[in-house]
């Protein structure tokens, strides 16, 4: 199976842009990730509230936003039932947990593949004439 392709505000984030402007070039029509995720579905129980909380608490900064709802909600069923009874959880649904927390940048291997940037210091344009 191919590499899932990586989310543009990740490479951005790991620097990938810096070092290869074409390929953020190649990126430039992507809809902006400007809309915040937002809070757990009205019809959550309470166990899986807590578990879509606490995978948007966990996440790194600047990852998830709104278009990644249905992921995070996917993600946070699956937790929840895991915690509820651990010994019903399904090695298939295992799998799909482990997935949905590496596309969410949520496991150690995945983790590594994102780092912040520090945010660039904003410069007087009007400086120069000083």
């Given at each position: 199976?191919?590499?899932?392709?990586?989310?543009?505000?990740?490479?951005?984030?790991s620097g990938a842009f810096r070092k290869d402007p074409a390929r953020g070039?190649?990126?430039?029509?992507?809809?902006?990730?400007?809309?915040?995720?937002?809070?757990?579905?009205?019809?959550?129980?309470?166990?899986?509230?807590?578990?879509?909380?606490?995978?948007?608490?966990?996440?790194?900064?600047?990852?998830?936003c709104d278009s990644d709802g249905v992921a995070v909600e996917v993600g946070a069923v699956l937790l929840a039932r895991l915690r509820k009874a651990p010994?019903?959880?399904?090695?298939?649904?295992?799998?799909?947990?482990?997935a949905i927390l590496g596309v969410l940048g949520m496991t150690p291997a995945d983790r590594s593949k994102v780092s912040a940037i520090k945010p660039r210091e904003k410069q007087d344009p009007y400086a120069e004439f000083g």
């Open positions: 199976m191919a590499r899932p392709r990586k989310p543009s505000n990740v490479l951005e984030l070039a190649a990126r430039a029509n992507e809809p902006p990730a400007e809309v915040p995720i937002g809070a757990a579905p009205k019809h959550f129980s309470p166990e899986q509230v807590d578990a879509y909380d606490e995978l948007v608490r966990r996440a790194h900064a600047g990852v998830l010994d019903d959880f399904t090695a298939g649904e295992f799998g799909r947990l482990q």
